[in-house]
C-alpha cells in the first residue's frame, strides 16, 4: 500500500497493488471493522500489522492480546460493545480459538475470523501453504452449529470476500471464518478499491422494541433476532449456556431443541443466498475440476490447457466452502463422467464432494499435503489420465 | 424484653434490590450459607453507593458458582467461557471509555484456566473492576483442589491433602500492576462495599479478593461443615493491615488472614488512555 492510501479513512478507494493478507485488512475497514484483537502468527501477522497501522487513525482500537483464546473472547466482548470486530490467525491460533467461537455461535455474535492457512498438523509449515484446515472451520467448535467459511482466490477476492465475511456475520450473527491460505496472503496483485457508496455494507438488525417488552433472543421468519448491545438500555443478558428467548438459562431438551435448531436452521435455510460460487467452462464439460482457494488458480490454467486440446472440463470454484454447496454437486454427478479435486490437503473437500455427489460420478482427489501448490501441468496430466 | 419485641417482622412488596435483580432468575442457585448470596448484594450495594449510570456498567464471568453472579444480575451481564471473562471484558470495554466493566468470578477460573488473561490484564493496566469470590476449591464440579488451596487443605482431587503452594492473589495482582487490591472475608460486608466502592470509581485494573464461604464443597472436607464456622474462622483468623506489603499476605492453614486495602496507586495511563494515546499518534503530522 502506498503512504497515501495508508492516511485515507476506512475505504481506501483507488488502484493498489498490495497483498492479500493486506488487501483482507483493508476489505474488513471498508466492512466497518473498528476492533482488531490479535496474536502474532505466520502466514497471518500482516494482517494485525496493517490493522495496527491503520485503525488508530479512523478511532479504531488494536490490541495484541496475550494469545489467541484472548483475542476471540477480545473481539466477542467488543461485538458487544456495538462495534464490528475481527481477528486473523492461522491454524495453530484457529485451534486455540474454537472453544470461544461456539459461544459466538451460541450467544449469536457477529465477528469474522481470518485464518491464513499453513501446513499442519501442530506446528507444521509455519511459512509455508496449506488448506488443511477446511474441516476445522465447519466443525472445530463442539456441539452442532452450522457456519459460513469463504476462501478467495486472488487478492481482489481478499478484500471483496473480507467485506462479505463481516456482512454476512453482522447479518446471521454469527463468526464468519474467511479461510484464506499462505500464498493468496503473500502474494502480490492488483486490487481496486471502489468508492465507498459502491460497497454494499450490512450491519446487524437493531431492535425497535423498549427494553421492558424486548426479548433478545426472539427471532422474526428471518431466525435471526435483532441485537441490542451494551449501554444501549436494554440490559441483555448474554451465556453461553441453552437459553430461552429471553436469554436466561434453560437447560431442558426443549431450550436445547428450539436454540440449537434456530442457530442451525437460520443458515441451513438461507444457503442459497449464502452460497457463491464460480463456474468456468462447465456447461458442455464431461470432466469438472472442483476446487478452492490457491488450488483452484492453477486449476483454471489446467482448465484453459486441456480445453486447447479440445477436452471437456470445467471449473467449480467454491468461494463459499460452508455452508457446502450439496446440490450444485449433486447436478455436476448427473452431468459428468468425473470430479476431480485438487487441493492441498488429505480429502477434506474431497470427501464432501464424495458425500454429495451420492456415487453418481467418478470422484477423485488430487492431493498435495502442504509446502507446495498444484502446477497447472500436474492438474493437466490428471485431467488426461483416464 | 422477649424475642417477638425485639425482632419485628417488617412486611414489604419492595425489595431494597428491586430492579437490580433479574426477578425472573431467583431463586439462585447457590448453596445455603454460601456467601455468594451477600457478595451479589454487596456489588448492587456498591453500584448504587458509587452512583453509576445503570446503562453504563456491565457485568462479565467466566464459568463456576461465581460465574453465574452476572446472570442474576439487571445489567448488561456477560456469563462466557471458563477462564475468559476477562479477556471478553477488555474488548467489551475499549469499545467504550465511559463503560464501567465489572469481572466478577472464581479462583479457578480466574487464576488456574485464566491465569495468563489476569496478569496480562493487569499489566495493561485494563479499565476493569476484577473481584475475584476465593472460596478454595472448585465448587461447581464438585470440590477438587485448585489454585488457591492451602498446604494440607483436603479435596475431592487432594485426598490426601493438597501439596502444591497456593497463589497469594493480592501480591499476584499487586506486582503485575494493579492499582488497586484490597482482600475482605465474606465476613466484612461493610468494607467490602466500600473497597468495591473505591475500585469502581477507580480508573484502571482494580482488584478485590473476597474470601467466600463455601460450606458444602470446601467445609465438609475440612471441618468446617456449616456457613457460620467459616465465618467464625474468618473472624478468628483475620487481622486488618491496610497498606500491609503483599508479600506477607500469603494464606496457609494455620496463618493468620491479612485483610484491608494494600495498593491504591493514582495517576497510572489505563488501556484506554494508551489506545486514545495512539490514536492521537496515528494522526499526527507526518505518520
Same mark, same amino acid.
Given at each position: 500500500m502506498s503512504k497515501k492510501n495508508e492516511d485515507s479513512p476506512e475505504v481506501a478507494t483507488g488502484q493498489h497493488y498490495t497483498t492479500g493478507n493486506h488487501a483482507a485488512a483493508e476489505g474488513s475497514l471498508a466492512a466497518g471493522c473498528k476492533f482488531f484483537g490479535g496474536y502474532p502468527i505466520t502466514p497471518s501477522s500482516e494482517i494485525a500489522e496493517h490493522m495496527a497501522l491503520r485503525l488508530?487513525?479512523?478511532?479504531?482500537?488494536?490490541?495484541?492480546?496475550?494469545?489467541?483464546?484472548?483475542?476471540?473472547?477480545?473481539?466477542?466482548?467488543?461485538?458487544?460493545?456495538?462495534?464490528?470486530? #475481527?481477528?486473523?490467525?492461522?491454524?495453530?491460533?484457529?485451534?486455540?480459538?474454537?472453544?470461544?467461537?461456539?459461544?459466538?455461535? !451460541?450467544?449469536?455474535?457477529?465477528c469474522v475470523i481470518v485464518n491464513v492457512q499453513r501446513g499442519g498438523p501442530s506446528t507444521g509449515l509455519p511459512t509455508l501453504i496449506g488448506q488443511q484446515d477446511v474441516m476445522q472451520a465447519r466443525w472445530g467448535s463442539h456441539g452442532d452449529y452450522e457456519t459460513i467459511a469463504i476462501s478467495p482466490s486472488n487478492v481482489q477476492e481478499c478484500f471483496d470476500l473480507a467485506l462479505e465475511c463481516f456482512n454476512l456475520s453482522e447479518q446471521y450473527r454469527l463468526p464468519v471464518t474467511l479461510l484464506m491460505d499462505e500464498v493468496i496472503g503473500? #502474494?502480490?496483485?492488483?486490487?481496486?478499491?471502489?468508492?465507498?457508496?459502491?460497497?454494499?455494507? +450490512?450491519?446487524?438488525?437493531?431492535?425497535?422494541?423498549?427494553?421492558?417488552?424486548?426479548?433478545?433472543? &426472539?427471532?422474526?421468519?428471518?431466525?435471526?433476532?435483532? !441485537?441490542?448491545?451494551?449501554?444501549?438500555?436494554?440490559?441483555?443478558?448474554?451465556t453461553g449456556l441453552t437459553h430461552d428467548e429471553r436469554g436466561y438459562p434453560d437447560l431442558t431438551p426443549e431450550a436445547q431443541d428450539k436454540a440449537v435448531r434456530r442457530i442451525?436452521? &437460520? +443458515?441451513?435455510?438461507?444457503?442459497? &443466498?449464502?452460497?457463491?460460487?464460480?463456474?468456468?467452462?462447465?456447461?458442455?464439460?464431461?470432466?469438472? +475440476?472442483?476446487?478452492?482457494?490457491?488450488?483452484?488458480?492453477?486449476? &483454471?490454467?489446467?482448465?484453459?490447457?486441456?480445453?486447447?486440446?479440445? +477436452?471437456?472440463?470445467?471449473?467449480?470454484?467454491?468461494?463459499?466452502l460452508w455452508p457446502f454447496p450439496d446440490e450444485k454437486i449433486d447436478q455436476l454427478a448427473d452431468q459428468v463422467d468425473r470430479i476431480i479435486i485438487p487441493e492441498i490437503n488429505y480429502g477434506q473437500v474431497t470427501r464432501e464432494v464424495e458425500r454429495a455427489a451420492h456415487g453418481k460420478t467418478e470422484v477423485k482427489g488430487d492431493f498435495r499435503l502442504g509446502g507446495a501448490i498444484h502446477t497447472p501441468q500436474e492438474i493437466l496430466k490428471e485431467i488426461e489420465r483416464n | 424484653m422477649s424475642e417477638e419485641e425485639e425482632f419485628q417482622l417488617i412486611e414489604s412488596d419492595v425489595h431494597p434490590l428491586d430492579g437490580y435483580l433479574r426477578e425472573g432468575r431467583i431463586p439462585?442457585?447457590?448453596?445455603?450459607?454460601?456467601?455468594?448470596?451477600?457478595?451479589?448484594? =454487596? =456489588?448492587?450495594?456498591? =453500584?448504587k453507593e458509587a452512583k453509576l449510570e445503570n446503562k453504563k456498567v456491565s457485568v462479565v464471568s467466566g464459568i463456576g458458582c461465581t460465574g453465574r453472579i452476572s446472570g442474576y444480575l439487571n445489567y448488561d451481564s456477560f456469563h462466557t467461557t471458563h477462564g475468559r471473562a476477562i479477556p471478553f471484558a477488555i474488548g467489551l470495554g475499549v469499545t467504550d471509555p465511559e463503560r464501567k466493566v465489572i469481572v466478577i468470578s472464581g479462583d479457578g477460573d480466574l487464576f488456574a484456566i485464566g491465569g495468563n488473561h489476569f496478569i496480562h490484564a493487569a499489566r495493561r493496566n485494563a479499565d476493569i473492576t476484577v473481584i475475584c469470590v476465593n472460596n478454595f476449591n472448585y465448587g461447581?464440579?464438585?470440590?477438587?483442589?485448585?489454585?488457591?488451596s492451602y498446604k494440607g487443605q483436603y479435596q475431592s482431587t487432594a485426598p490426601y491433602g493438597a501439596v502444591e503452594e497456593p497463589f497469594n492473589l493480592p501480591d499476584l495482582a499487586a506486582s503485575c500492576g494493579a492499582v488497586y487490591v484490597a482482600r475482605w472475608s465474606a465476613l466484612d460486608v461493610r468494607r467490602m462495599k466500600d473497597s468495591f466502592t473505591e475500585a469502581l470509581l477507580k480508573k484502571g485494573f482494580t482488584f478485590?479478593?473476597?474470601?467466600?464461604?463455601?460450606?458444602?464443597?470446601?467445609?465438609r472436607r475440612n471441618q468446617l461443615a456449616e456457613g457460620k464456622k467459616i465465618l467464625e474462622y474468618f473472624h478468628e483468623k483475620s487481622e486488618i493491615q491496610h497498606g500491609a506489603d503483599t508479600k506477607t499476605v500469603g494464606i496457609s492453614k494455620d496463618s493468620k488472614i491479612i485483610v484491608g486495602k494494600f495498593i491504591d496507586i493514582e495517576d497510572k495511563p489505563t488501556l484506554t488512555d494508551n489506545l486514545m494515546a495512539v490514536q492521537r499518534m496515528s494522526k499526527a503530522k507526518g505518520k
Open positions: 488508530p487513525k479512523i478511532n479504531g482500537n488494536f490490541v495484541q492480546f496475550e494469545d489467541e483464546i484472548a483475542s476471540i473472547a477480545g473481539i466477542l466482548g467488543a461485538s458487544w460493545g456495538g462495534v464490528k470486530s #475481527m481477528t486473523a490467525t492461522s491454524g495453530p491460533g484457529y485451534s486455540l480459538m474454537v472453544e470461544n467461537i461456539g459461544l459466538g455461535l !451460541m450467544t449469536e455474535t457477529p503473500h #502474494m502480490s496483485e492488483r486490487l481496486v478499491i471502489p468508492p465507498k457508496e459502491e460497497l454494499t455494507i +450490512i450491519s446487524r438488525k437493531k431492535p425497535t422494541d423498549p427494553p421492558d417488552k424486548h426479548l433478545p433472543y &426472539k427471532a422474526d421468519d428471518s431466525l435471526v433476532p435483532p !441485537m441490542a448491545t451494551a449501554g444501549e438500555g436494554y440490559r441483555v443478558m448474554v442451525n436452521d &437460520k +443458515i441451513r435455510l438461507n444457503k442459497d &443466498k449464502i452460497i457463491k460460487l464460480e463456474e468456468y467452462m462447465l456447461d458442455d464439460a464431461k470432466t469438472a +475440476i472442483v476446487s478452492f482457494g490457491t488450488s483452484a488458480r492453477a486449476a &483454471k490454467g489446467a482448465v484453459n490447457r486441456a480445453r486447447k486440446k479440445g +477436452i471437456k472440463v470445467g471449473l467449480l470454484r467454491l468461494i463459499t | 439462585h442457585i447457590f448453596c445455603p450459607a454460601c456467601s455468594l448470596g451477600s457478595v451479589m448484594n =454487596i =456489588i448492587v450495594e456498591a =453500584i461447581m464440579t464438585g470440590g477438587q483442589v485448585g489454585p488457591t478485590v479478593e473476597v474470601l467466600g464461604s463455601c460450606p458444602t464443597t470446601f467445609g
